[in-house]
């Protein structure tokens, strides 16, 4: 069957030559994030304990859940969390199947429980915390459409789009890298460095500025003189890994709002501003590539938690930040390319409504010598459409 499937070329200023760029990250410990990660992780979950029990993932989506903040009194050499943060896990899933009982508010609590103590593994688990499941049933209508799916390419859940974008701008580069850097390299050596990091990049011209917020973990931390020490060092470590991406110049900011005069400094007890006022919902903070990219184009659809089998807003949100990357990895003379792919519920996913791809070419390419090549890879793509779910499945793609 012809897929539909547009490649167009593109009239505009590439990314590089634009005046302001904006690019942010909103890190692992992030309220936002951990919002992210805990419904991620109960997908998987869910999903796993499906394919044991009943031999195929069945119908859920757990795209819907909240981080409620506590209260602490965090200070130097350590503090302590007065009030717990609440976690809210809501959304939809099967729980009974073909006579089988499958008990998923278990595994989404412990799903749940799990994913917070690696990330915040400072916090207590049985003082600090609270995990409320309220999970509900799914639709019926949604339901039919996903046993529809059974032995056949997946039906589409919902009529909804994804988008991806590639190759990756020097400042997009920068905000992914500092932030690996932070979480693989920097935190392992120094404990100090809580998990809650935002990164807010502003290329103006040739400038670029790292506006870091980073909670510090407070029994790591026994002074202010050594919070200033340990900030100045951080700011030199992290500003030398981005110049690794860029000639441009770069400076790097940390923790702006402090008052040192006042000892008003971003200090927390588990390393996470969820303990003290920060809120958090899923689908709030990063795309499905990890970046918020206001200066390209974006699906706001919550990646994380929707099923990997059927729903869009998670695999085409994937799937098009694939084929965008697997596109310029291998056809020559594309500066940037864009792809939106929309769905139309009850289709199969192989069968987008419209697969639409705009390329801006280097300078001596034209759009008719690519197209052929890149309407390939896309028929390819789709033709393997199913495979992402195992990737997601087995937690090679992230969600945010």
């Not at 000639?247 to 501003?273: M, P, Q, Y």
Request: proline share 4%.
């Amino acid at each position: 069957m012809t897929r539909n499937i547009s490649v167009e070329g593109l009239d505009q200023i590439p990314i590089e030559k634009q005046r302001i760029e904006l690019v942010e990250r909103k890190c692992l410990g992030h309220p936002d994030s951990l919002a992210d990660g805990i419904a991620e992780s109960i997908s998987r979950a869910l999903s796993r304990s499906y394919l044991e029990e009943c031999g195929s993932v069945l119908h859920h989506n757990t795209d819907q859940g909240e981080v409620v903040a506590g209260e602490s009194i965090p200070k130097f050499g350590g503090g302590r969390i007065t009030r717990p943060i609440y976690f809210l896990i809501s959304g939809r899933a099967t729980k009974t199947f073909n006579g089988i009982n499958i008990p998923a508010d278990a595994i989404a609590v412990e799903a749940a429980r799990d994913y917070i103590k690696s990330i915040l593994p400072t916090l207590n688990m049985e003082r600090d915390i609270i995990v409320d499941c309220r999970m509900g049933k799914g639709s019926t209508d949604l339901q039919d459409v996903f046993r529809s799916c059974e032995g056949k390419v997946p039906r589409a859940n919902d009529t909804s789009f994804g988008v991806g974008h590639a190759p990756f701008s020097e400042a997009e580069s920068i905000v992914r890298g500092v932030a690996a850097y932070i979480d693989d390299t920097l935190r392992p050596k120094y404990p100090v460095i809580g998990q809650d990091c935002k990164i807010m990049c502003l290329r103006d011209g040739d400038a670029i500025t790292l506006t870091i917020a980073m909670a510090f973990v407070d029994r790591y931390c026994s002074s202010i003189a050594e919070y200033v020490e340990q900030k100045n060092f951080l700011t030199e470590q992290i500003a030398a890994v981005a110049k690794q991406f860029t000639a441009r110049s770069v400076n790097v900011a940390i923790n702006t709002a402090d008052d040192l005069e006042a000892a008003s400094v971003f200090l927390t007890v588990s390393g996470t501003s969820a303990e003290m006022g920060d809120d958090g919902s899923v689908g709030r903070g990063n795309r499905a590539n990890g970046l918020i990219t206001p200066n390209r184009p974006m699906s706001m659809e919550a990646t994380s938690g929707k099923n990997p089998i059927n729903h869009i807003g998670k695999i085409y949100n994937l799937l098009a930040t694939q084929v965008a990357q697997d596109c310029v990895a291998k056809v020559d003379g594309i500066e940037e390319m864009y792809v939106r792919m929309l769905s139309q519920i009850g289709y199969p996913i192989d069968q987008p409504h419209v697969a639409s791809a705009q390329i801006l070419t280097k300078p001596g390419y034209d759009i008719k010598s690519i197209k052929p090549d890149v309407e390939g890879i896309i028929d390819e793509w789709l033709e393997k459409t199913p495979a992402i779910t195992e990737k997601v499945i087995r937690g090679e793609l992230s969600t945010f």
